[in-house]
C-alpha cells in the first residue's frame, strides 16, 4: 500500500491526497523529458537543451506544491543542491563585466587573452562596441553552459521528491531500462547496416542512427555518448532485478513477508508474474549490454566493467560466490554471442584489443590532453570559464590531432580548465556526500516499511552500478554534459537523497517520547525503527548544525531558479542562431539562388543581437549573412543578363575573388572596390558585415573564425598592412594541426596586399 508520500502503513491505506497527480505528473515530465533528449540525436543541440530547460522551468512550481507540509516534517539540507547552487555562482561570476585591473589581480590570464590577442588596429576600428572584461574568454558560451549546473540541481531537488516514493521510482527506472533496451536493439540493427554496406544510398537508410555522423549509435550522434547511456539503463535495469526480488537478505522483517506470501492462496500467479518480469528484465539487460559492446566505445565498454565490478563485490556478500560468478558469465557470454549473430564482434573485438596492446594509447586525445595541461597551468586559478573548452585549448597546440576538440573528451581535464581550482573540488564533494549518504542510507533500510525497504535496496543497487561506470567512462567522454545523462544521474541521486531524508525522519520520531510523537503532526504516515542507527543518517538535525544550514538549501534553489531562467533565454537566443546556421550550412554548397529568406534570417539574428549584443556567435553569423546577401544580389545580377552560367556564378561573387581582384589592381591610382562590385551590390553591406566580424572576435578573442573572415574582407580595412598579417599569423598559432584551415589560410597569403597609392609610409612599415 502506497500513503501520499509513498511510504506503507501497516495495516491500513490511506486514500492518495492531491500531492499524488502531481508526483505523477513531475514524473511523467521527468522521465519523458530524459528519453525525449536521448531521442534528439543525444541532446547534443541547443534547441534540444532549451526545451529541456523550459520543462524543467515549467515543472520546478510543482516542486514547491509538493513542499508545502505540515510542521513536524522536517527536511534534510540536499548538499547537492547547495553545490550546484555554488557552481551556477562561480560561473555567473565569469560571465559579469569587471573592472580590468580587478581581473588582472585575480586572473591575470583573463586579461592577457585580450591584450595578446586583439590587434590593435582592430581594437580601434570597435570603439562603438560596449566595453566589458569578463573572466571568461567566450562569455557566450558561459552563459549557455550554465543550464549545466542549474538544471542538474534542480532535477536531483525535484527527484528527491517524487522518485522517492516507490511507484514513480520504479516508473523512472523502467523508462530508462526500456528507453535503453529500445535504443540498443535498434542502434545495433543501424550498426549492422552501417557495418556491412559500402554504398552510401543503402547507408542513408538508418532506422534511428543519424545520417552522416561520424560515430552513431542509436539516436546518439557520438557512440561514446550512447554507451553512457545505455551504461545507466543497464543499472536501471539492475535495479529492477534487486525490485523484483522476493526479499532482503539482511531484512528479517521481508523473510516474514516472503512467509505470509507463502501461505497466500494468489501466492502461485503472483510467482509466474514475477517471474516473467524478471525474463523480461533480463533480456532488457542483455540487449543493454549488448548495446554498450556494439556501440564499440572503450570507455563505455571500461564503465561497464567499473559497475560490474561494483555490483560483483555486493552480491559476493549476500550471494555464493560461485552463482554470482556464473550469472556474470553468462551474461557476458550472451552479450558476445549476441554481437557474433549480428555479426558485430569482431568490430568490438578490434576495438578492445587496442586496450590491452597499448594502441589505445595512440588515440589523438592522449596528445590532445598533452596540450590542454598547458591550457589549464596557463588559466590557473579561475579557469577559462564554463563552456569555452574549445577555445581555451587552441593557443597551446603542439601535439594534438588534426580535429577541433569542442570538449575535451575527459571531464577531468575539461573541468580543470574551465573551473581552474574551484570547479573539480566542488564535484568531488558532492559525491563524495552522496556515497556517504547512500551508505548511511543501507545501514538503515530496516526503518522502512518492508516494501519500501526493497525499493530503497533496489535504487541503491543501481545507484551502485552507475555511479561507478560513469566516474570511469567519462574518464574518456563528455556524456555527462548532454541531457538525457546529465538528468539520468540527478533523478537517481534525488532519488537516494528523498529516500534517506524519510529514513532520518523516521528515526527522529523514533527517538523522540510518545507524547512528544504524538503531538507532532506530520504530513505522512512513519513507520518506526526498532534499533537506534550506528551511523546518524540525520546528522544534519542537530541543533547546531540545524541552525546553521536550515536556509542552505531554499537560498540555494532560489539561486538556481534564478540561474535555469537566465539559462533558458541563453540557450533559446543560441537555439535560434543554432538552427539560422544549420540552414546556412545546408545551403552552403548548393547554388546561392536557392538560398530562401536572407532577409528573414537578418532579422532574426538582429533580434537576438538587440537582446545580448555580447553574442559572439549572432555577430559572426550576422557578417555571415550579410556577405551571402549580397553575394546572392551579385549573382542573381550576373545570371539574370547572362553574363556568367548559374553553376559557375558562386566563385565569381565571392569575397577571396573580389579581394583578389582588388589587390591585383592596388597600384592604379582609380583603384575603387565600387567598380569591382555589381551595381546592385551595397558597399556599406560588406562594411557593416566586417563590423560584425570585428565584434565577433572582440568577444570572443580565441575564435578564428571571424579573423578568416576578417582576412577576406581586408580591403575594406582603412591598415590592411597592419591587421592582416597579424590575424594571418594568429590563425596559423591557433588552427596549426587543423590541415584544411591552413591550406585555406596559405590561399589567403597568397595573395600580397598591395598599398594603395597615397598610402602613408608609417602604415606599410
Given at each position: ?12 491505506t ?13 514524473a ?12 534528439a ?86 570603439s ?11 562569455a ?24 522517492s ?38 547507408r ?24 553512457g ?23 528479517p ?59 560483483f ?23 558476445v ?17 587496442t ?123 563528455y ?38 510523537v ?35 538549501q ?50 532574426a ?124 599569423q ?6 596549426n ?29
Open positions: 500500500m502506497i500513503a501520499a508520500a509513498g511510504v506503507e502503513v501497516r495495516g491500513r490511506q486514500s492518495i491526497d492531491w500531492r499524488e497527480p502531481v508526483r505523477a505528473l513531475m511523467l515530465v521527468l522521465a519523458g523529458t530524459i528519453v525525449g533528449s536521448a531521442w540525436y543525444g541532446g547534443g543541440y541547443l534547441s534540444t537543451r532549451f526545451h529541456v530547460c523550459l520543462a524543467i522551468l515549467v515543472t520546478a512550481p510543482l516542486g514547491v506544491l509538493l513542499t508545502i507540509r505540515r510542521h513536524g516534517d522536517r527536511r534534510q539540507t540536499n548538499w547537492i543542491v547547495v553545490a550546484t547552487a555554488l557552481v551556477w555562482i562561480a560561473g555567473f561570476a565569469q560571465t559579469l563585466p569587471l573592472p580590468e585591473e580587478f581581473i588582472d589581480w585575480i586572473q591575470p590570464s583573463a586579461t592577457e587573452v585580450t591584450r595578446k590577442w586583439l590587434p590593435e588596429a582592430i581594437v580601434s576600428e570597435a562603438d562596441i560596449q566595453p566589458g572584461q569578463t573572466l571568461s574568454i567566450a557566450t558560451y558561459t552563459k549557455m553552459a550554465l543550464a549545466v549546473p542549474a538544471t542538474f540541481g534542480i532535477v536531483c531537488w525535484l527527484a528527491s521528491l517524487v522518485f516514493a516507490r511507484r514513480w521510482g520504479r516508473f523512472f527506472l523502467a523508462s530508462i531500462a526500456v528507453a535503453g533496451g529500445t535504443f540498443s536493439f535498434f542502434g545495433l540493427a543501424d550498426a549492422i547496416r552501417l557495418g556491412r554496406d559500402e554504398a552510401v544510398e543503402l542513408q537508410r538508418l532506422i534511428i542512427s543519424p545520417v552522416g555522423a561520424d560515430d552513431p549509435f542509436g539516436p546518439f550522434v557520438n557512440n561514446n555518448n550512447a554507451a547511456f545505455l551504461n545507466i539503463a543497464v543499472g536501471c535495469t539492475i535495479g529492477l532485478l534487486a525490485l523484483n526480488r522476493r526479499r532482503l537478505p539482511t531484512s522483517t521481508l523473510s516474514a513477508v516472503r512467509q505470509n506470501r507463502s501461505s497466500d492462496t494468489g501466492h502461485a500467479g503472483a510467482t509466474d508474474y514475477r517471474r516473467f518480469i524478471q525474463v523480461l528484465l533480463a533480456i532488457t539487460l542483455l540487449l543493454n549490454i549488448a548495446g554498450v559492446m556494439g556501440s564499440a566505445s572503450r570507455g563505455g565498454f571500461l564503465g561497464l566493467m567499473a559497475g560490474g565490478l561494483a555490483i563485490a555486493l552480491r559476493l556478500r549476500t550471494t555464493p560466490p560461485a552463482r554470482t560468478v556464473l550469472i556474470v558469465a553468462v551474461l557476458l557470454a550472451a552479450s554471442g549476441l554481437l557474433e549473430v549480428l555479426g558485430l564482434r569482431a568490430i568490438f573485438a578490434a576495438r578492445l584489443e586496450l590491452y596492446q597499448g594502441t589505445a594509447l595512440e588515440d589523438p586525445r592522449i596528445d590532445h590532453w598533452s596540450d590542454s595541461l598547458n591550457a589549464i597551468w596557463h588559466f590557473l586559478p579561475l579557469g577559462a570559464g564554463l563552456g569555452t573548452y574549445r577555445f581555451a585549448y587552441l593557443p597551446f597546440q603542439h601535439s594534438g590531432g588534426p580535429r577541433w576538440f569542442v570538449n575535451a573528451d575527459g571531464m577531468p581535464i575539461e573541468w580543470l580548465l574551465e573551473g581552474g581550482l574551484w570547479l573539480l573540488p566542488i564535484i568531488v564533494g558532492g559525491i563524495w556526500w552522496l556515497v556517504r549518504r547512500s551508505a548511511q542510507l543501507r545501514s538503515h533500510l530496516d526503518s522502512l516499511g518492508p516494501k519500501d525497504a526493497i525499493f530503497a535496496d533496489g535504487m541503491l543497487t543501481a545507484a551502485r552500478f552507475v555511479l561507478p561506470a560513469m566516474l570511469v567512462s567519462q574518464l574518456f567522454d556524456g555527462i554534459l548532454q541531457p538525457s545523462l546529465l538528468l539520468s544521474v540527478a533523478c537517481i541521486g534525488g532519488a537516494l537523497i528523498g529516500i534517506a531524508n524519510r529514513v532520518a525522519n523516521t528515526r527522529r520520531l523514533n527517538d523522540l517520547p510518545m507524547d512528544a504524538r503531538s507532532e503532526t506530520t504530513s505522512q504516515p512513519i513507520v518506526a525503527g526498532n534499533r537506534r542507527p550506528q551511523m546518524p543518517i540525520g546528522k544534519a538535525d542537530s541543533a547546531f548544525l540545524r541552525a546553521e544550514t536550515r536556509f542552505a531554499p537560498l540555494a534553489l532560489i539561486m538556481l531558479f534564478a540561474g535555469l531562467s537566465l539559462a533558458t533565454l541563453a540557450l533559446s537566443r543560441g537555439s535560434a542562431i543554432e538552427k539560422i546556421r544549420l540552414q546556412r550550412d545546408a545551403y552552403r554548397n548548393q547554388s546561392l539562388l536557392e538560398f530562401p529568406d536572407l532577409e528573414g534570417k537578418i532579422a539574428v538582429e533580434r537576438v543581437l538587440l537582446k545580448q549584443p555580447d553574442h559572439s556567435e549572432a555577430h559572426l553569423l550576422m557578417a555571415r549573412l550579410l556577405i551571402d546577401q549580397q553575394r546572392q544580389i551579385g549573382a542573381s545580377y550576373l545570371v539574370a543578363n547572362n553574363l556568367v552560367p548559374a553553376e559557375k556564378v558562386a566563385s565569381w561573387v565571392s569575397p577571396r575573388t573580389v579581394r583578389r581582384a582588388y589587390y591585383a589592381r592596388a597600384s592604379n591610382p582609380k583603384n575603387s572596390l565600387h567598380d569591382l562590385l555589381m551595381p546592385t551590390q551595397d558597399i556599406s553591406q560588406w562594411k557593416r558585415a566586417r563590423e560584425h566580424a570585428i565584434a565577433a572576435l572582440y568577444h570572443c578573442p580565441l575564435d578564428d573564425r571571424p579573423r578568416l573572415l576578417l582576412i577576406e574582407l581586408d580591403m575594406l580595412s582603412e591598415q590592411p598592412q597592419l591587421t592582416t598579417p597579424v590575424l594571418i594568429q590563425v596559423r598559432i591557433l588552427r594541426r587543423t590541415p584544411r584551415v591552413m591550406q585555406h589560410l596559405d590561399r589567403l597569403e597568397s595573395i600580397p596586399i598591395v598599398p594603395s597609392p597615397g598610402t602613408p609610409d608609417e602604415m606599410t612599415e
